[in-house]
C-alpha cells in the first residue's frame, strides 16, 4: 500500500514541478503534499510500520525549494545589475517580471510558454522602463532591460532544475525508505 501512496504522491508532485514553468509555487506545493504524506505515514509508523521519510529528505528539500526561490527571484535584478543596470532598474525588472508573468499567462494562449514569455517579457520592459524614466539614455536602458530578461529566463530555469532535484530526493525517499 505504501507504494500506491509513493506513486500518487509522485505523480501529484509532477503537475506541481510543471507549475514552477508558469511562475507559480510548484516546488513549495511539492515541499507542501510531501510534508503531508509524511505526517500522514508517521502516524501510521507507530502502528509497526516503517514511516515513508525520515526527517532529512523533508529538511533538505524545504532548504531546496528557498534556494529555488532565491534563484527565480533575484536573478532578473543580478541580470539588469550585470547589463549596467541601476537599483531603479532592478526594481522594474522584480516588478515587471511579477506583472509580465501574470499577464502572461493571461494574454499569451501558449500554455506554458505564455507565462515564461511575460515574465521574462515583463522583466525586461520593467527594467527598460524603470531606467528610461530614471535620467539613462535609450541605448543603456535597453541593455539593462535584455539583461534582465535573460536573468529572469536563467532565474527559471535554475528553479525548475532545483524543482527536478526536490522531485527525485522526494522519489528515492518515498520508493526507498
Known amino acids: 500500500m505504501i507504494y500506491l501512496w509513493a506513486a500518487l504522491l509522485?505523480?501529484?508532485?509532477?503537475?506541481?514541478?510543471g507549475l514552477v514553468v508558469l511562475g507559480l509555487p510548484g516546488n513549495w506545493l511539492m515541499v507542501v503534499s510531501t510534508a503531508l504524506v509524511a505526517w500522514w505515514q508517521w502516524e501510521h509508523a507507530s502502528e509497526g510500520t516503517s514511516a515513508m521519510f525520515s526527517l532529512t529528505p523533508l529538511v533538505v528539500i524545504v532548504v531546496l525549494?528557498?534556494?529555488g526561490e532565491g534563484f527565480?527571484?533575484?536573478?532578473?535584478?543580478?541580470?539588469?545589475?550585470r547589463a549596467g543596470g541601476t537599483r531603479r532598474g532592478s526594481i522594474g525588472a522584480l516588478v515587471g517580471g511579477l506583472l509580465g508573468g501574470v499577464g502572461g499567462t493571461?494574454?499569451?494562449?501558449?500554455?506554458?510558454?505564455?507565462?515564461?514569455?511575460?515574465?521574462?517579457?515583463?522583466?525586461?520592459l520593467g527594467a527598460w522602463g524603470f531606467e528610461?524614466?530614471?535620467?539613462?539614455t535609450m541605448?543603456?536602458?535597453?541593455?539593462?532591460?535584455?539583461?534582465?530578461?535573460?536573468?529572469?529566463?536563467?532565474?527559471t530555469l535554475s528553479k525548475l532544475a532545483v524543482g527536478a532535484a526536490?522531485?527525485?530526493?522526494?522519489?528515492v525517499a518515498a520508493f526507498w525508505p
Open 139 to 155: 541605448g543603456d536602458s535597453l541593455r539593462s532591460g535584455a539583461g534582465a530578461g535573460a536573468g529572469k529566463l536563467a532565474g
Open 72 to 81: 527565480e527571484l533575484l536573478a532578473g535584478v543580478f541580470g539588469s545589475k
Open 10 to 17: 509522485m505523480l501529484l508532485n509532477t503537475l506541481w514541478l
Open 166 to 171: 526536490i522531485w527525485l530526493i522526494i522519489a
Open 65 to 67: 525549494a528557498f534556494v
Open 106 to 124: 493571461i494574454f499569451i494562449p501558449a500554455p506554458v510558454l505564455g507565462s515564461l514569455i511575460g515574465a521574462c517579457g515583463g522583466a525586461g
Open 132 to 136: 528610461l524614466t530614471g535620467g539613462r
